[in-house]
């Protein structure tokens, strides 16, 4: 019996090779069928979803819901299955010695949440997170890795001040080891909101990645990015890309540039996964959902199917779950996103305060994690999940 019915949806998978107007059938957790005109007689619940996207689950592969144990962090529910996400990667806002309290918390989520565990011995839960080699904790953090039954999925190292004043390179290098020997990947961020790094803190950094390995906020205008001082791509991130290092967009509240984004992706650097870097703060002021972020790559020129893609399978592989997360076929979980692409005309900035003009934008419908639904919470603005008008925007 067929426990949940989506259908007349337009279902968007190009990994999968799907495409079309397709129903999708759900029994308990798992998707049973995907096709036209599935049978409705006998299904315990139908619901019609025609005129909207339907798509794998969508996978934020940088946020920070690690609430309340770092006060930067936000419910993983509101980060993830309130807005239209069913997976959301923690991207090291635990260290070693507060992860039990972090692991603690994830049962009680609707969210499947991915955690990165901080090479500092507390993640983000103290600022600055790492000043001296004694706020590193590698030993702690194997001891996280190998006791955490897979759970954990790869270590998280910020190239910012006043860490590459202190440790610098030598915490990259730290936390690489630790990544070699159990076989994860390091997410690394890059460009330094202090504005103190060096000309030679990208290339070195880039040097030290491996295929797998992330490199996360590609977009900074702060520097210690992937550009040189007069806007050209590194010679280290070309080749990092060629060895397999993935590149995620990650907006934050000082990490993204409209005008590094056209710089990077006109040099023909790949963008493999586009993601929120949410934190209670972003949320109140700038990163007001991934559906949002989402839409900004529309207006920068990628297709629907391309976005979404960086939005489900991308990062689904790059957080090691693209065996439970990141395409819809028969048998894999009922992880679906229900999107609407709604036409207006919108205007949203970026990190630096320059604005973009969108005139479409995706918006959450419903979403289906483990075969539950889940209706849209709370909406980030007062007048829903649509962006700001350009008419709104002009008379603030």
């Known amino acids: 019996m067929t426990d949940l019915l989506l259908v007349g949806g337009e279902v968007v998978d190009a990994g999968a090779g799907l495409s079309g107007r397709l129903d999708v059938a759900v029994t308990g957790s798992v998707i049973t069928a995907i096709g036209p005109g599935l049978e409705r007689a006998g299904a315990g619940r139908v619901v019609d979803v025609t005129g909207s996207l339907v798509t794998a689950g969508l996978v934020d592969l940088h946020t920070h819901v690690f609430a309340p144990g770092s006060a930067l962090s936000i419910d993983p529910d509101v980060a993830g299955v309130l807005s239209g996400v069913t997976t959301v990667v923690d991207a090291g806002s635990s260290g070693p010695e507060n992860f039990a309290e972090f692991a603690a918390l994830l049962p009680g989520a609707r969210t499947d949440v991915v955690p990165f565990v901080h090479i500092g011995r507390r993640g983000l839960a103290v600022k600055p997170d790492v000043t001296t ?20 999925r790869g270590i998280k190292v910020r190239m910012v001040s006043p860490a590459l004043q202190g440790p610098g390179l030598e915490m990259l290098r730290t936390a690489r080891t630790v990544a070699r020997e159990a076989g994860v990947p390091l997410m690394v961020h890059v460009g330094d909101i202090g504005g103190l790094a060096g000309p030679g803190v990208g290339p070195e950094t880039l ?29 280290e991130a070309r080749a990092a890309a060629e060895r397999g290092v993935l590149f995620d967009s990650a907006h934050g509240c000082k990490n993204l540039s ?4 056209r710089r990077v992706l006109d ?30 790559y529309l207006a920068l020129g990628f297709t629907v199917p391309e976005v979404l893609t960086m939005a489900t399978a991308g990062p689904a592989a790059a957080a090691g779950i693209a065996d439970r997360a990141g395409r819809l076929a028969v048998g894999r979980p009922a992880d679906l996103s229900v999107l609407s692409l709604a036409t207006g005309d919108w205007s949203v900035s970026d990190s630096t305060g ?43």
């Open 354 to 396: 320059a604005s973009l003009r969108l005139d479409r934008a995706f918006v959450p419908v419903l979403t289906v994690r483990a075969g539950a639904v889940v209706e849209p919470g709370e909406p980030p603005h007062p007048w829903g999940w649509e962006p700001t008008s350009v008419e709104a925007s002009a008379c603030c």
């Open 258 to 261: 409209f005008d590094v984004a």
């Open 207 to 235: 040097e030290l990645l491996d295929a797998g390995d992330i490199v996360t906020h590609v977009f900074t205008a702060n520097p210690g990015g992937v550009l040189d001082a007069d806007g050209k791509l590194l010679p």
């Open 267 to 296: 040099q023909g650097l790949p963008l493999h996964a586009v993601s929120t870097d949410l934190t209670l703060t972003g949320h109140g002021e700038i990163v007001f959902s991934l559906t949002e972020v989402l839409s900004r």
């Open 133 to 152: 080699v004694d706020d590193l904790d590698p030993d702690g953090v194997r001891r996280v890795l190998s006791s955490s039954g897979g759970l954990v």
